[in-house]
């Protein structure tokens, strides 16, 4: 029965026309909260995000005139021309768009003002969040078992290198400018990401 909670939150929050907190974090809370296996919330909580942003791409154009901002359009121009190409360069873009951090709300938005199949998003949307989500969900579930003897201050060596790889991953989702790599094909560092550190 817990399962099906995992499914129908992540559905829920993927569908959200807004930004919203990503499905891994009801994922992780649900997985947690309740002992369950992290294989399968994964799973059931990827499909669920799938259908969600299915189901999202449906409606979206009738709302997107009240809640996309102009500056938005351009973005979505770009995506839709990725979206556009053959079937397998397409697949590519929203693999590894599915595996960033970005929210996957504008790209599902430019699909649906394109047209654009379920073919050419569903399947690899899934894949590419069953790896990102997965990756966050097994980490939450190492952090959370090892939560305990980390504070009594009991660092193994593979405690202490999970550390190190959360932190070098957190700053890569944080600092590495994803439309940059994704757009412009170039590799940048944004460290202005707070709103006191300016534009």
Known sequence: MMYLAVFLSALAVDLIPIVAPPAWTAML??????DLNPWIVTVVGVAGSTIGRHIFS???????????KRRKREELEFLGSK???NLWPAWIFVFLYALTPMSTTALFTAAAM????PVRTLPPFFCGKLISNGMMVFAGEYAATNLKGMMHGTFSLKGIL?????LVT????L???????????????????????GR
């Open 29 to 34: 809370f649900l997985m947690v909260k309740f």
């Open 58 to 68: 449906l409606y979206v154009t009738k709302l997107s005139d009240k809640f996309i």
């Open 83 to 85: 979206l556009g190409q």
């Open 114 to 117: 394109a047209k654009i199949e």
């Open 162 to 166: 999970f550390i190190i790889f959360g």
């Open 170 to 173: 957190i700053g890569g989702v």
């Open 175 to 197: 600092f590495i400018d994803w439309r940059s790599c994704l757009q412009d094909k170039q590799f940048k560092l944004n460290f202005r990401v707070w709103k006191w550190s």
